[in-house]
């Protein structure tokens, strides 16, 4: 149990929270904000408005009416000046570009809320937009990077990878050299953070890598545990020089009231039976792979859970499910398996005693409700981090990675090496007791609903700190 002086903080401490664009970056900022305001910290959460997608206003609402005690400031977004969108746009880029252009109005809103802050906690997509304001109030801002700290090796440095002499040849050829650690392999990488070119991607890592240093730390959603190699490289200066402390803040866990969908589908299954299948809250995958995996699914012979998505923007998802994957395959499915194309509680589908497996990919977000869960992977990523996400998983023993299988809707992988391989990891006892173990290593020393003990005594501390 947490000593709970240790994390009470005084009464008159105030921190502000600003997520960024999407669900993958919204849900740890909720956790984390719930968990402040558990160690009596007055805790504003500002919300950039409005939301890209319908899933993350509905969860705000929730988040709002369940915990009355942390307070909303809106920040409303301004039209985007001197900027074209292209129809390639991710629309969540898109929209990251918009609350930075929004952020000149941040400064009143910091000023206006009472008693002052003590702090911000700003979305790593934020950090060259909002530290100047910051800098300029005299508020110490900690950054939440809300992936992992191999990702956050790159992130930082990869604005100085393209001039540097080591990855001269590197960065043109198969691998992308970080100091002191394992090279990463090229095609890991998005290709557009690799093309010539600007684009959206390309610009918020640089701009955003670059700015990191002048934030007063960092906080990653991991466990020290199994990220030390990234954890030590980072602290060292080994990967940048002048960058801020970065804490392990331990796994962020569940709220409750994201827990409360009946799944009587699921009830009925024996434990450890089912897949659970999902890409997360922005991947859609093509009519051709959905079919294929479908079928794969079938061909299993295991029960599962299987979330499809049509459309990267749930607001633009209004197919129903059988015209995305057809009249044929939705009475397969429907015997062996519970389909469905809406947003599901993915943490009570995790926690059931019946999934024993997940198709994932790998998100960091999922990657982390896995371990917490204890639910081994079957990693399939489709773009930004996951690669890096899926090698973690694999060296970590939590699950394993098909890493012939394409991303990004690349070349189109076959009922039959689906069916295969999930056949084989729902067999696989070795991964099934490794997540187990990792699950127990992730909650240890946790008090239920407040965070690793370590890691949040270490941020109230820095917090405690900045404040003295
Ligand atoms: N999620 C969910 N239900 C869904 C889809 C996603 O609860 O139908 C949650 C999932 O539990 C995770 C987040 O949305 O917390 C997705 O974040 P992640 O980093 O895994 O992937 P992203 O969606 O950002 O690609």
């Not at 998983?393 to 391989?421: C, D, H, N, P, Y």
């Amino acid at each position: 149990m947490a000593d709970t002086n240790e994390l009470i903080m005084p009464s008159s401490s105030h921190i502000a929270l600003l997520p960024s664009s999407g669900m993958g970056h919204l849900t740890p900022f909720l956790r984390l904000a719930h968990l402040l305001a558990s160690c009596n910290v007055k805790v504003t959460f500002i919300t950039p408005e409005p939301t890209v997608s319908l899933a993350e206003s509905q969860i705000l609402s929730h988040f709002f009416s369940a915990f009355p005690q942390i307070c909303q400031e809106k920040l409303h977004l301004l039209p985007l000046d001197n900027f074209s969108a292209s129809s390639e746009d991710d629309p969540f880029y898109h929209h990251i570009e918009v609350i930075r252009q929004s952020s000149r109005l941040l400064s009143s809103l910091l000023c206006s809320v009472s008693p002052p802050l003590s702090a911000l906690v700003t979305d790593m997509s934020l950090t060259a937009a909002v530290v100047p304001i910051t800098e300029a109030l005299k508020i110490p801002n900690f950054i939440f990077f809300t992936s992992s700290a191999k990702m956050l090796t790159l992130f930082v440095s990869f604005h100085t990878l393209a001039g540097s002499k080591a990855n001269a040849n590197s960065y043109e050829m198969d691998y992308i050299k970080i100091p002191t650690l394992e090279p990463i392999p090229r095609s890991w990488i998005p290709p557009s953070l690799l093309q010539d070119t600007n684009n959206l991607l390309k610009t918020y890592i640089i701009e955003n890598g670059k700015s990191m240093t002048k934030s007063d730390g960092i906080l990653v959603n991991t466990l020290e545990s199994i990220e030390q190699s990234s954890l030590l490289a980072l602290n060292g200066g080994k990967v940048i020089e002048g960058l801020p402390l970065v804490t392990a803040i331990g796994l962020l866990p569940p709220l409750y009231f994201e827990d409360h969908q009946p799944l009587a589908w699921l009830d009925d299954q024996p434990a450890g039976s089912v897949v659970y299948v999902s890409f997360g809250s922005r991947t859609a995958i093509t009519r051709e792979q959905l079919r294929e995996l479908g079928n794969g699914l079938v061909g299993s012979g295991c029960g599962f859970v299987w979330v499809v998505k049509d459309k990267k923007v749930d607001r633009e998802d209004g197919k129903e499910l059988v015209n995305v994957i057809g009249d044929e395959l939705m009475e397969r499915v429907k015997e062996k398996g519970m389909v469905v194309k809406h947003w599901v509680n993915q943490e009570s589908i995790l926690k059931h005693p019946a999934v024993g497996g997940f198709l994932s990919h790998c998100g960091w977000n999922s990657v982390t409700e896995a371990m917490w869960h204890g639910v081994h992977v079957l990693a399939w990523p489709q773009h930004g981090d996951q690669k890096i996400n899926a090698d973690l998983v694999e060296r970590i023993g939590l699950g394993t990675w098909e890493k012939s299988w394409s991303w990004g809707g690349g070349e189109i992988v076959m009922r039959e090496q689906i069916a295969e391989k999930i056949k084989e990891v729902m067999g696989n006892k070795l991964l099934r007791s490794q997540a187990m173990r990792i699950r127990e290593e992730a909650r240890n020393g946790i008090e239920l609903g407040r965070g690793s003990k370590k890691g949040l005594t270490e941020l109230i501390k820095m917090l405690k700190k900045e404040r003295s």
